[in-house]
């Protein structure tokens, strides 16, 4: 996600790799689309699962552009729909219908449990190439569910009663992980599509930019909701008030993420051959890969870590905090999405520098304190939670967009036609997301036997210790136990992370007084003219 204008003539690649015009047409015609992270490294090594009969990277010129144009306005209403429904929506829907502190937890390990879907969905993938198709049914299903989802467990409630009050939430997390299937069905399909339609050369800046893009429309969607949770769902408002809102947000995010799926069908799309190796094999293909295994392994820690931070931290906004819903729309997602407008570039420089493992050990390191940070969130200060949404989110980007185009480098078509297969990517997500679906329930169960828990630490300004404290601390420990697999994923032209981090410091330095110092550069300016002016009518 690389920031600022970047044109064909600002960009340099590494000397061993030379530049077509393809590219540089494609990257001037689409100036607006490029993504900060790395150039992939070749896949010799990596066993293919298919051929590329005639892939849609060999597109040129106009068609190209036109391509990765309509990849990155789709993700404009994208972000609005993933943004208007996150977060505190979500949150208060469900607290409304009566979840417990388990359930939450299973509500957070439900997009893990649909993304096991993901290893069948690869082996239809490979066995019929279509994977255009499949992603589209996917993605309409995952966005059309959005409707059920808003309506069905609401009107259990209206007009059943609270006796149906057990009929809703089973209804509401059966839809949910429907939902979540549909997403995960067609994200395989997605990346390897994906892999093969944008240029490997400007791969990694042009994902980063179409995902720096989103934030501007992302941002006023999550803003839009909190007002209207405000708004409308204040103290004293009723059950009936509270669900009717949050089901009129879920319902217009649907509609606008339909239209991001329905601009994919203007993406050229050109299906793989069929694999021809036996399923078991093709399978097993990604596990013979020793450094993909402990990548693997290396991020099944850490999303078992992670898995439960999203529902819980928002939910201890409300609960706990009682925050207003634009303050944790506030916390949860735009605090977060303007740190990622700001080091999107300077991640996508530093790995395309120094690689993708140490931009993971870095961003790994950073977000162990940011996960203990929350423990100290019972002081009743709310300030605390902008700066740790700042700095989780500066971190975690760094891991996100690494371990994004790893997976993505292994999916793909190299140079001499070989490809990766989308068995890379389901195997992947599989291990990931049986770890994330056991931290979601392994949270839930934790604050589930915790409720009624309370530690007095003895420190004046923070008050008694409850279970939201304990998941927190657990998960940054757990955090750093991700770094001991992460230290044996080999890569070949690695720079020292020590490298990486005077780099990333070196260039916030830049940035935070590049933009302190602007209006004083812009007075000078004015100044300067001023002076100029006067000189030429004396």
Not at 226 to 253: K, N, P
Not at 407 to 429: M, Q
Not at 457 to 463: E, P
């Amino acid at each position: 996600m690389i920031g600022g204008r970047i044109s064909s003539r600002a960009i340099r690649f590494r000397p061993k790799i030379h530049q077509q015009t393809a590219i540089r047409d494609c990257l001037t015609g689409a100036a607006a689309y490029n993504r900060a992270t790395y150039l992939t490294e070749r896949m010799s090594q990596v066993p293919a699962l298919s051929q590329v009969s005639s892939a849609p990277a060999d597109l040129k010129g106009p068609p190209l552009r036109r391509a990765m144009s309509y990849v990155t306005i789709a993700w404009l209403f994208g972000a609005f729909w993933m943004h208007a429904q996150a977060g505190a929506p979500l949150t208060m829907f469900a607290k409304t219908l009566g979840l417990s502190n388990f359930e939450f937890g299973l509500l957070a390990a439900m997009p893990f449990m649909a993304a096991l879907l993901s290893l069948p969905a690869s082996v239809l993938i490979d066995r019929t190439g279509h994977r255009k198709g499949i992603f589209m049914v996917a993605l309409y299903l995952n966005r059309l569910l959005w409707i059920p989802i808003a309506l069905v467990p609401m009107w259990i409630v209206l007009y059943g009663g609270e006796n149906h009050a057990p009929w809703a939430i089973f209804a509401f997390l059966a839809f949910f992980f429907l939902m979540h299937a549909g997403q995960c069905v067609g994200g395989p399909a997605w990346i390897s599509w994906m892999a093969d339609v944008i240029p490997d050369r400007v791969r990694g800046r042009y994902f980063a930019r179409r995902r720096q893009l989103g934030i501007f429309t992302g941002i006023p969607a999550a803003l839009l909701a909190g007002w209207a949770l405000d708004r409308y769902c204040g103290h004293g408002q009723s059950e009936r008030t509270i669900l009717i809102t949050c089901s009129v947000i879920f319902i217009v995010a649907a509609a606008v993420g339909l239209v991001d799926v329905f601009l994919f069908h203007f993406v050229p799309h050109r299906p793989v051959m069929k694999a021809k190796q036996p399923v078991i094999q093709m399978l097993l293909h990604p596990l013979k890969n020793r450094r993909f295994v402990w990548f693997s392994a290396c991020t099944a820690i850490l999303w078992f870590a992670v898995a439960g931070q999203g529902q819980f931290v928002s939910k201890f906004l409300i609960d706990h905090l009682k925050i207003s819903s634009t303050q944790v729309q506030m916390i949860v997602l735009v605090v977060p999405l303007l740190t990622q407008l700001v080091v999107l570039p300077i991640w996508g420089r530093a790995i395309d520098r120094y690689g993708k493992k140490p931009a993971m050990m870095t961003g790994m390191l950073g977000i162990v304190p940011v996960g203990a940070g929350w423990c100290l969130m019972n002081s009743g200060h709310v300030w605390p939670g902008y700066l740790l949404a700042s700095c989780g989110a500066a971190f975690w980007t760094g891991v996100e967009v690494a371990n994004f185009n790893m997976v993505l480098e292994l999916s793909g078509t190299d140079a001499d036609g070989n490809h990766g297969g989308t068995a890379y990517v389901a195997i992947n997500l599989v291990i990931v997301n049986i770890a994330g679906m056991a931290g979601g329930i392994f949270y839930g169960s934790i604050a589930e036997a915790l409720t009624d828990f309370q530690w007095v630490s003895g420190i004046a300004w923070l008050a008694p210790m409850s279970f939201y404290e304990v998941l927190f601390a657990v998960s940054a420990v757990l955090r750093l136990a991700a770094f001991l697999p992460l230290l044996r994923v080999h890569e070949p032209e690695a720079r020292p992370t020590f490298d990486l981090m005077r780099f990333m410091a070196g260039n916030l330095y830049n940035n935070v007084a590049g933009a302190v110092l602007l209006p004083v550069r812009l007075i000078r300016r004015d100044t300067g003219e001023d002076e100029a002016e006067s000189s030429k009518h004396e």
